[in-house]
């Protein structure tokens, strides 16, 4: 059974500074895509970024990016020059063959003025 | 482009009675979602239409919880007899059509808090 596991339960980070969120994961599949959801208090979640297994760069979004190690199944999101709203919950994601999303606990980040 | 849409935003009511939640998905989106998010846990999938079919239904309590997607747009998810631990909130997502290519945006979810 493939699992996500986030060890972080809350984050803190000042503005305009950079904050790395962890994520690990344990599947069999070798072909898989992996995904950051951010879900702002009273918000809905919103895609952050996604990674493809089989893609070796790491993706980008912005200020958002990711440190894929397949080997290691490790996912971690950073985000850099913090802003006031990025604050909100952060659930990684991973996705096999089928389109179920599996979801970490997910990490509070709280970013200060 | 109007958002997935949810209805009601917040639910209060005692255990064992019934309750139905409803999601409008983007248009033209065939794939639709309904997930269970309990406090302190991640969303977690209760099942999955693929226009008025289920496609996957598996991690759905099919003893109190139901479904449906009737012409294949619009759903309902129902709970009865609803118990204290169904007090979640439940997301609506929708995504163009299926495979894992595809991203799944999510509506704002309905709060349920059953006593």
């Known amino acids: 059974a493939q699992t996500v596991t986030q060890s972080q339960p809350e984050m803190s980070v000042q503005e305009a500074e950079t904050v790395t969120l962890s994520c690990t994961y344990d599947?069999?599949?070798?072909?898989?895509?992996l995904f950051w959801y951010k879900q702002p208090p009273s918000r809905q979640m919103i895609l952050v970024i996604r990674?493809?297994?089989?893609?070796?760069q790491n993706a980008t979004e912005n200020r958002f990016s990711v440190n894929f190690q397949k080997a290691a199944k490790s996912f971690s999101l950073k985000i850099s020059d913090s802003q006031l709203g990025d604050t909100a919950m952060y659930f990684c994601?991973?996705?096999?063959?089928?389109?179920?999303?599996?979801f970490g606990t997910g990490t509070r980040l709280q970013v200060f003025p | 482009e109007a958002g997935v849409a949810q209805s009601p935003r917040y639910k209060i009511i005692e255990k064992r009675q019934s309750v139905a939640f409803w999601c409008n998905p983007i248009?033209?989106?065939?794939?639709l979602y309904w997930y269970q998010q309990i406090l302190g846990q991640g969303p977690k999938l209760l099942i999955q239409?693929?226009?008025?079919?289920?496609?996957?239904d598996s991690q759905l309590p099919k003893d109190r919880f139901s479904a449906e997607r009737l012409k294949g747009v619009d759903s309902t998810l129902k709970i009865q007899p609803a118990k204290l631990e169904d007090s979640a909130v439940y997301l609506c997502?929708?995504?163009?059509?299926?495979?894992?290519?595809?991203?799944?945006?999510f509506g704002p979810g309905t709060r349920l808090l059953v006593l």
């Open positions: 997502a929708s995504s163009l059509g299926g495979g894992r290519r595809e991203t799944q945006y």
């Open positions: 599947t069999s599949e070798n072909n898989y895509y």
């Open positions: 990674q493809e297994a089989y893609k070796q």
């Open positions: 994601a991973f996705q096999a063959n089928t389109d179920k999303l599996i």
């Open positions: 248009s033209g989106h065939a794939t």
């Open positions: 239409f693929q226009n008025n079919g289920v496609v996957d």
